[in-house]
């Protein structure tokens, strides 16, 4: 079975401009989450879905970030524009919230680097 | 509110010699608790949790953690320590009464010397 499965792996931009990644989930996971990992640090949630729905977005900075989830599968987050603190890595999981444990399943993660 | 403290920023031990890793939480109800692992360049890798029951939970790669309600913590641990498990090693805390939010220490930088 395939893992989550995130795009691109490392991506450089200039600050102020827009930066987007995307998830795909283990299939049949119906809640996703994004989070922020700070340099030794653990992660910190920035918004979970529970299929098409975003049911907790309060850590989401929504001056600059956005996030989607179509169809309830796929997943973009967005930050537009960016600024030099956002340089961290961008970890998706997800998870079978039906089977009432919520073990969470990692995918290698995004690291923007913003100069 | 929910928390988790994983006290010791690194551990180190010699191969073969046992090893544990700490963590102390707190929630307000019962507890899922979980540990993960992390290597170089890589996401985070599930080890093992604790739902209910046997309060020593066995997972993945001969790791164990003992769950101790009465002093809140969770340890990880392990018999005989590999080079191969150096890494950085993440608790973690759910809140099981009726949140979903997920709650991650710090991380503890496990050094395991040949």
């Known amino acids: 079975e395939a893992g989550v499965v995130q795009s691109p792996r490392y991506k450089i931009i200039e600050k102020k401009q827009p930066v987007a990644f995307w998830c795909n989930p283990i299939s049949g996971h119906n809640t996703l989450y994004w989070y922020l990992q700070n340099l030794g640090q653990g992660p910190e949630l920035l918004i979970r879905y529970e299929n098409e729905e975003a049911v907790d977005d309060s850590q989401l900075p929504k001056d600059r970030f956005s996030a989607e989830r179509l169809k309830g599968v796929d997943s973009t987050l967005k930050i537009q524009p960016a600024e030099l603190g956002d340089s961290a890595v961008y970890l998706c999981a997800s998870s079978n919230l039906a089977g009432g444990t919520d073990t969470q399943y990692f995918g290698p993660g995004t690291r923007l680097t913003v100069l | 509110a929910q928390s988790v403290a994983q006290p010791e920023d690194q551990v180190n031990v010699a191969e073969g010699n046992p090893l544990t890793v700490k963590c102390t939480y707190s929630v307000s109800g019962n507890p899922y608790l979980f540990w993960y692992v992390q290597y170089p360049n890589r996401g985070l890798q599930f080890l093992l949790k604790?739902?209910?029951?046997?309060?020593l939970v066995k997972g993945s790669y001969g790791f164990e953690a003992e769950f101790n309600k009465s002093q809140t913590s969770f340890h990880l641990k392990k018999p005989s320590a590999l080079v191969s498990d150096s890494a950085l090693y993440f608790c973690?805390?759910?809140?099981?009464?009726?949140?979903?939010?997920?709650?991650f220490g710090a991380g503890t930088r496990l050094f395991v010397k040949a």
């Open positions: 973690a805390v759910r809140d099981n009464t009726g949140g979903f939010k997920t709650i």
């Open positions: 604790y739902i209910t029951g046997d309060n």
